[in-house]
């Protein structure tokens, strides 16, 4: 008899599911906004977090491109303090239940619901040539989901229907074949920082605007560099250093901001360290010491991984091999249920 599905209440720390695209260099943004955040509460729930080379090809890839982004992330998360003996770090690609679950969900999909997806209007609008992949992108991304039975889906709110189709084909099958998965929700996060653009504090520090010179911090950025970037940060003509909604003051208020996301420190805590400051240039200057202290570990950690593939490699072994193990059982369930045969011995 297969287990019965455990939702969140009757395990003990509730299961967390999150797909990231290897796509583009990280960004302060991305790392005060989302992985600061998934490293502390490491401890708190039971994580998976997957590296979602197979979606990335569901647009056109240089495979030489894809390859070297997928493994600069990986090790960009675990430099950043991802620790798999807290969580389960793993690349999309290297578990083949995700495929063939894919696979499995499709022959229970209607084509419908996949059409009025928004992103794939939006992003099919803009190809020459439309893969199938890219219309079934939903579908993996709700076999990366079920197959672990995650109670909780952190995404981007440009992600909430997909977690939303996720669901439905959840319930779908669970009508058709009986109690199969746990129906997850998404969960939008109050991102602990927003960090807007250095050179518009207006507009949120995007990959989009990376090539704009002193737009981002890159985690890569040499300490120099880093320092430049915040020193030319625009702000206004005052000189008050607070925390503040005024758009006119959005440049102070989005240093402040890293200030705060970087040390932790709460917000009166923040200005009170620079009630004697002497203007802009000090907090810049503050700003500055604070990223570049906090990212040069992260840098040299990730410098030694992407110098030992072997390394890195292990890594991400341990990572497949964990996630298989939730994964894998989870497969020969779902082809059960379909009325595929299974291996002798697999308990069904
Ligand atoms: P993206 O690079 O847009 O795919 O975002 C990856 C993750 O980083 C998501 O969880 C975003 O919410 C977060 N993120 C991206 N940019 C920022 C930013 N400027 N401030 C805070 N969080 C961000
Ligand atoms: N589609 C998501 C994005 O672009 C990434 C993703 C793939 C994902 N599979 C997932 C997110 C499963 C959450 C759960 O951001």
């Given at each position: 008899?297969?287990?019965?599905?455990?939702?969140?209440?009757?395990?003990?720390?509730?299961?967390?599911?999150?797909?990231?695209?290897?796509?583009?260099?990280?960004?302060?943004?991305?790392?005060?906004?989302?992985?600061?955040?998934?490293?502390?509460?490491?401890?708190?729930?039971?994580?998976?977090?997957?590296?979602?080379?197979?979606?990335?090809?569901?647009?056109?890839?240089?495979?030489?491109?894809?390859?070297?982004?997928?493994?600069?992330?990986?090790?960009?998360?675990?430099?950043?303090?991802?620790d798999?003996?807290?969580?389960?770090?793993?690349?999309?690609?290297?578990?083949?239940?995700?495929?063939?679950?894919?696979?499995?969900?499709?022959?229970?999909?209607?084509?419908?619901?996949?059409?009025?997806?928004?992103?794939?209007?939006d992003?099919?609008?803009?190809?020459?040539?439309?893969?199938?992949?890219?219309?079934?992108?939903?579908?993996?991304?709700?076999?990366?989901?079920?197959?672990?039975?995650?109670?909780?889906?952190?995404?981007?709110?440009?992600?909430?229907?997909?977690?939303?189709?996720?669901?439905?084909?959840?319930?779908?099958?669970?009508?058709?074949y009986?109690?199969?998965?746990?129906?997850?929700?998404?969960?939008?996060?109050?991102?602990?920082?927003?960090v807007?653009?250095?050179?518009n504090?207006?507009?949120?520090?995007?990959?989009?605007?990376?090539?704009?010179?002193?737009?981002?911090?890159?985690?890569?950025?040499?300490?120099?560099?880093?320092?430049?970037?915040?020193?030319r940060?625009?702000?206004?003509?005052?000189?008050?250093?607070?925390?503040?909604n005024?758009?006119?003051?959005?440049?102070?208020?989005?240093?402040?901001?890293?200030?705060?996301a970087?040390?932790?420190?709460?917000?009166?805590?923040?200005?009170?360290d620079?009630?004697?400051?002497?203007?802009?240039?000090?907090?810049?200057?503050?700003?500055?010491?604070?990223?570049?202290?906090?990212?040069?570990?992260?840098?040299e950690?990730?410098?030694?991984?992407?110098?030992?593939?072997?390394?890195?490699?292990?890594?991400?072994?341990?990572?497949?091999?964990?996630?298989?193990?939730?994964?894998?059982?989870?497969?020969?369930?779902?082809?059960?249920?379909?009325?595929?045969?299974?291996p002798?011995?697999?308990?069904?």
């Amino acid at each position: 008899m297969a287990e019965q599905v455990k939702s969140g209440s009757q395990r003990s720390r509730k299961r967390v599911f999150s797909g990231i695209q290897p796509s583009g260099d990280m960004h302060l943004g991305n790392y005060l906004g989302a992985v600061k955040g998934w490293v502390q509460r490491q401890h708190e729930r039971e994580n998976f977090f997957c590296i979602v080379d197979l979606h990335a090809i569901t647009v056109p890839q240089k495979p030489d491109e894809l390859r070297e982004q997928t493994r600069s992330l990986a090790a960009m998360l675990f430099a950043a303090g991802l620790d798999p003996k807290l969580c389960t770090l793993f690349v999309q690609g290297h578990v083949a239940a995700h495929s063939e679950g894919a696979w499995l969900l499709n022959c229970v999909t209607p084509l419908g619901w996949l059409e009025r997806m928004t992103q794939y209007k939006d992003k099919s609008a803009k190809q020459e040539s439309v893969s199938t992949g890219l219309l079934d992108y939903p579908v993996l991304m709700a076999a990366d989901i079920l197959l672990y039975d995650a109670d909780e889906v952190p995404v981007g709110e440009d992600q909430k229907q997909h977690v939303e189709l996720a669901r439905d084909i959840a319930q779908r099958f669970n009508h058709l074949y009986g109690e199969t998965f746990v129906v997850p929700e998404p969960v939008i996060p109050d991102t602990g920082a927003r960090v807007m653009g250095l050179d518009n504090p207006t507009v949120k520090m995007s990959k989009t605007f990376a090539h704009i010179r002193g737009h981002v911090v890159r985690m890569l950025d040499e300490p120099k560099e880093m320092e430049r970037s915040i020193m030319r940060a625009v702000t206004d003509s005052g000189k008050e250093i607070r925390f503040s909604n005024d758009p006119e003051r959005a440049g102070v208020n989005n240093l402040l901001g890293i200030y705060k996301a970087v040390t932790g420190k709460s917000k009166q805590e923040c200005e009170n360290d620079f009630a004697d400051a002497r203007g802009y240039g000090d907090l810049k200057k503050r700003v500055a010491e604070v990223v570049v202290a906090e990212l040069t570990p992260i840098r040299e950690r990730y410098d030694e991984l992407m110098a030992d593939p072997a390394e890195l490699d292990r890594l991400l072994a341990i990572g497949a091999e964990q996630a298989a193990a939730v994964s894998a059982p989870k497969l020969n369930e779902i082809k059960h249920k379909m009325g595929l045969t299974v291996p002798t011995g697999s308990g069904l």
